[in-house]
């Protein structure tokens, strides 16, 4: 049996242990989503426990249809687009997450992730520069190793949208890092070590997650 249908059966049954260690599974993958889409640790901490508790609202309700997974990053992504246009300045405008970055809702506002590294930190501001779908994506791709299969079954979005927001989004992300380089060589030295500057920004997530450590659930 998938563990996480084990831990939720417990977690219904009353074992509110069963449920801190499901949550535990999945808390460092929802804490790494909302990080770079928010401007402070305190607004990805409160998405973080509002998904949480959204999830133990609803566990209830959950039938098996699909993974766990994907039914905690489908409640992740309803309250981050609630976030983002309760936090939009237009509130009355329909928002299209196609053309909207994160930079586009608070323009001097900066990530709340800081690396020590400019090249990791250039990746970082990059791309909360590029349309929130394709960023969505490009970091599930880059920070989670996901696959455009795998993150169509996580969004349950079709595969060949995935793929082509993956491609447009690299191509923005490379169009982005060229306008915040500071000189050819910073450009050169973040473009050919992409994979490497995102494990070392992935590393720093988990140490700060890990600190924070999983929300708690209720009965």
Same mark, same amino acid.
């Given at each position: 049996?998938?563990p996480?249908?084990?831990? %939720?059966?417990?977690?219904?049954?009353? +074992?509110?242990?069963a #449920? @801190?260690?499901?949550? !535990? &599974?999945?808390?460092? *993958? $929802? /804490?790494?989503?909302?990080?770079?889409?928010?401007?402070?640790?305190?607004?990805?901490?409160?998405?973080?426990?509002?998904?949480? %508790?959204?999830?133990?609202?609803?566990? +209830?309700?959950?039938? #098996? @249809?699909?993974?766990? !997974? &994907?039914?905690?990053? *489908? $409640? /992740?992504?309803?309250?981050?687009?609630?976030?983002?246009?309760?936090?939009?300045?237009?509130?009355?405008?329909?928002l299209?997450?196609?053309?909207?970055?994160?930079?586009?809702?608070?323009?001097?506002?900066?990530?709340?992730?800081?690396?020590?590294?400019?090249?990791?930190?250039?990746l970082?501001?990059?791309?909360?520069?590029?349309?929130?779908?394709?960023?969505?994506?490009?970091?599930?791709?880059?920070?989670?190793?996901?696959?455009?299969?795998?993150?169509?079954?996580?969004?349950?979005?079709?595969?060949?949208?995935?793929?082509?927001?993956?491609?447009?989004?690299?191509?923005?992300?490379?169009?982005?890092?060229?306008?915040?380089?500071?000189?050819?060589?910073?450009?050169?030295?973040?473009?050919?070590?992409?994979?490497?500057?995102?494990?070392?920004?992935?590393?720093?997530?988990?140490?700060?997650?890990?600190d924070?450590?999983?929300?708690?659930?209720?009965?």
């Amino acid at each position: 049996m998938d563990p996480d249908w084990e831990l %939720l059966s417990a977690w219904r049954s009353g +074992d509110r242990g069963a #449920g @801190e260690r499901l949550v !535990k &599974r999945h808390f460092g *993958a $929802i /804490a790494r989503f909302f990080r770079n889409k928010v401007s402070s640790e305190h607004d990805a901490a409160d998405l973080v426990s509002q998904t949480f %508790l959204e999830c133990t609202k609803a566990k +209830d309700g959950f039938r #098996g @249809e699909t993974s766990f !997974k &994907r039914f905690v990053f *489908a $409640i /992740a992504l309803n309250v981050l687009r609630l976030y983002i246009r309760t936090k939009h300045k237009r509130q009355g405008e329909a928002l299209d997450f196609g053309a909207l970055c994160v930079k586009d809702l608070a323009p001097s506002s900066m990530s709340s992730i800081v690396m020590r590294r400019r090249e990791a930190q250039l990746l970082v501001l990059a791309l909360r520069e590029i349309p929130l779908d394709q960023q969505i994506v490009l970091e599930l791709n880059i920070f989670e190793g996901l696959s455009g299969r795998e993150i169509s079954e996580l969004l349950s979005v079709p595969e060949g949208t995935v793929r082509g927001r993956l491609r447009l989004g690299k191509e923005q992300l490379r169009a982005r890092l060229a306008e915040l380089a500071r000189s050819p060589a910073e450009l050169q030295a973040t473009l050919t070590d992409l994979e490497g500057w995102a494990a070392s920004i992935r590393r720093a997530l988990d140490r700060d997650d890990g600190d924070a450590g999983p929300a708690a659930t209720g009965s």
